[in-house]
Every structure is written in C-alpha cells, then in structure tokens.
C-alpha cells in the first residue's frame, strides 16, 4: 500500500467511519502481531489456580526491579572500579606509570635516544 | 452428566459460572477476548513483554472483579476498560520511576527510519514509522487513536470505555489527528 493511501486511512479513521474493507486493510498494515505468545491463556489460568492473583503486585515490583537493576548495574560496577583505582593512587600503592605500562627508567632511554 | 457447552455459551452465563468456581468458564472468556487485549496492550505499549504482562494482570483483574460485573454494559466493554487502564498504569509506572535511570524508548527518532530504503523492507519500515508515530501521541491521545483505529469502536463506544464524555473523545481525536498528521509529514 502506498504511504499516502495508509496515512489518509489512518487520519481518517479517527474522525469518520471506515468501511469494513477498508478498516481491514488498515488492520493489516498496522498491526504486526495481534496475539499473545504461545500458552497465554494457561500461564493465567496457572496463575490463578496457584492463588498468585493475591501476590499480583509483588511480582509488578519484580519486574520493576529487574527493570531498574539491569540500568544501575553496569554504571554501578563502573563506578566501584573508579573508585578502587582512585583510591590506591591517592594511597601510592599503584602509579600512574604503571597503570600506562610504562616504568621510571623509560623517560631515561628516551632523553637518551633523544639526545643521540 | 451433561457436559456442559463452553463455547456456546453466552458471555453472561460464562461469568456466573466463573462465579459459581467453574474455572473452565473463565478460560473460555480469555479464550474469546485474548487477541482483542493483545491488540490495545501492543497498540498502547508496543511489541514487547510488558504488553504481555499488561495483558496477564487484565484478565487476572477481570478475575478478581467478576463479581462487581453487573451486565450493564457489554463484557467486552469492561474487559477492554480494564486493559487501557492497565495500559495507561504501566506506562505512568515506567515514566515515573524508569525516567529516573535513562531515556526511555519513547524519545526514539522517527529519522532513524529510513523510508527511502529500498531493502525489500519498505512495508515494514512505513508500518514501523506509522506506529512509532501513534507512540510519540500523549497516552490519552494513544488510548483513542487504538479504540478507534485498532479496535474500530465507535465514538460513543471509545467514551464508554473511557468513562469520559462524549466531546472529550471528540476533542481527543480532533486533536490526535492534528498532531499525527505533523508527525507523519514525511510519509508521502
């Protein structure tokens, strides 16, 4: 269907009322998938026979808290490392040399091969 | 005993059965009303796992309401209320705590659809970009948008869902369309 036809029907639709045709063809252009995964109706069922109708919030709280961990987590880790690596170079347990791979004697070679 | 006959059964005799603890009886109802959920709970949230989630906690509310259901209106009519209100929690609790973290999805740019592409993918990308659109509306605007378009329900349908009046759908829908048609200004 051209752009154009489809955005005209979709405008269209929300003032006026579309033929079943024409409603149908919009459907199919819309709607990627109208339906549930496989088994919906046995996992509510299931649901609701365990009585988990009573803890429904809970598993809401869940899932926000899956949602919220999954974003804090890897800025979280980023920051304990910073953290870990600022704190042994203030207490000179670990040098900026060392972090670059690079130890005292390198700025001696390269004055020297410098000045050859 | 006579079996008896779920699928020919009425909506109002599936409920007082429901009533009754015949389980059988409710899962018939999600049997009839499942694709119709799973249309305004993808219409509203997107493609994604919380659709599925809203569309678990819709029926599991109906289950639990079943008794304040007085046949007033059609069942299919106080299904679909609770799936928009559902909807309409979902992305208020995702807004509200999710905005915190990072951006969400919602601000994702229609340019990042390439409608010039000729990959084989054209249909998609058209139906992507007109659906991104129908996302970017505020989630009132979205609820009419989906009743209407998605669901083909009419007006005075759309206002009895809502529990609003008449002219706030009206108003809803002028203004959905205006703000649509800016947001598909490019699809030509």
Do not use: W
Not at chain 2, 25 to 43: D, L, Q, W
Not at chain 2, 72 to 99: G, H, M, P, V
């Amino acid at each position: 269907m051209k752009p154009e036809k489809l955005k005209d029907l979709l405008l269209r639709s929300l003032t006026s009322d579309l033929g079943s045709d024409e409603r149908k063809v919009l459907e199919k252009e819309l709607l990627t998938d109208h339906r549930f995964s496989e088994g919906f109706r046995d996992r509510v069922m299931k649901d609701i026979a365990s009585g988990k109708i009573l803890v429904n919030g809970k598993r809401e709280m869940l899932r926000l808290f899956d949602s919220i961990f999954m974003r804090v987590a890897i800025p979280g880790a980023a920051a304990v490392i910073i953290l870990i690596l600022s704190l042994l170079l203030n207490q000179g347990s670990l040098s900026y040399d060392t972090l670059l791979g690079i130890d005292n004697e390198v700025d001696d070679v390269l004055i020297s091969l410098l000045s050859e | 005993m006579v079996k008896y006959d779920y699928i020919h059964s009425d909506d109002l005799e599936l409920v007082r059965h429901t009533l009754d603890g015949d389980n059988k009886a409710f899962s018939e109802i999600i049997r009839r009303y499942e694709n119709m959920v799973a249309r305004t709970a993808k219409g509203m949230l997107g493609d994604i796992q919380q659709a599925e989630d809203v569309g678990q906690d819709t029926f599991i509310r109906l289950y639990k309401s079943l008794k304040d259901f007085r046949g007033d209106a059609k069942l299919s009519t106080y299904i679909q209320r609770i799936a928009i209100n559902q909807s309409l929690n979902e992305i208020r609790r995702k807004k509200r705590f999710l905005s915190l973290f990072y951006q969400s999805d919602d601000k994702k740019d229609m340019t990042e659809i390439d409608l010039e592409a000729d990959n084989g993918e054209r249909t998609k990308d058209i139906r992507d970009y007109v659906n991104l659109a129908i996302s970017k509306l505020e989630p009132d605007f979205r609820s009419v948008v989906i009743l209407r378009t998605i669901q083909g329900y009419s007006t005075k349908e759309t206002a009895e869902i809502l529990e609003v009046p008449m002219g706030t759908v009206l108003s809803r829908l002028s203004r959905a369309k205006e703000q649509l048609k800016e947001l598909l200004k490019d699809l030509e």
